[in-house]
């Protein structure tokens, strides 16, 4: 009986994420999300003196949210420069599908790059570049050994192209 009712359960959450629509959100659902995504760490009483809604509102809008996973998360956002990551680039690779591993298929590639502790982000993309890489090193020299060392190295990988950044601007 307990497994027909776990069963019944994950049924019933796979029912509801494959029947639901896209979340309606209102200008008190986007102010809240602005002001959370520039500081996850303020409380609910904050946010409602700042924005002038009542605290449950702002529980109930946030528990909402979450529920329909337009809030997944709370992370930290590191100064990477204070860690000593002073250079930022972005990283252009082109892949021919044929030659790439089946491990670096599908996305395979872009998992394993972003286990790097100095891979930020990754983006698959469209057109003529297959995946951007945004990486930090202490210098140019770190983030030049790490595309010709680790992602040059990859099979498949046919191009990479390495924009250094001059400036970063953050939400």
């Known amino acids: 009986m307990e497994n ?3 069963i ?6 796979l029912v509801h994420i494959l029947l639901m629509e896209d979340v309606k959100l209102d200008d008190k659902d986007f102010a809240i999300i602005d002001i959370l995504s520039r500081n996850a760490k ?3 009483f904050q946010l409602a003196k700042k924005l002038n ?3 449950t509102t702002i529980h109930n809008r946030i528990k909402k949210l979450r529920a ?6 709370y992370v930290v956002q590191l100064d990477r420069e204070k860690m000593g990551q002073k250079v930022c680039a972005l990283v252009f690779v082109s892949l021919d599908n044929n030659l790439l591993e089946s491990k670096s298929k599908k996305g395979g590639l872009a998992r394993e790059l972003i286990k790097y502790p100095n891979v930020d ?3 698959e993309t469209s057109g003529t570049v297959d995946i951007i890489v945004k990486v930090y090193g202490t210098n140019i020299k770190d983030i ?4 010709i060392n680790t992602i040059r190295e990859v099979k498949g990988v046919i191009k990479t192209e ?3 950044a001059l400036s970063e601007i953050h939400h």
């Open 4 to 6: 027909y009712s776990k």
């Open 8 to 13: 019944l359960s994950v049924y019933n959450n």
């Open 42 to 44: 303020q409380s609910i």
């Open 53 to 55: 809604i009542p605290p």
């Open 68 to 73: 329909n996973g337009v809030i997944r998360n």
């Open 121 to 123: 982000e990754i983006f």
């Open 144 to 147: 030049t050994e790490f595309v």
């Open 162 to 164: 390495t924009v250094f």
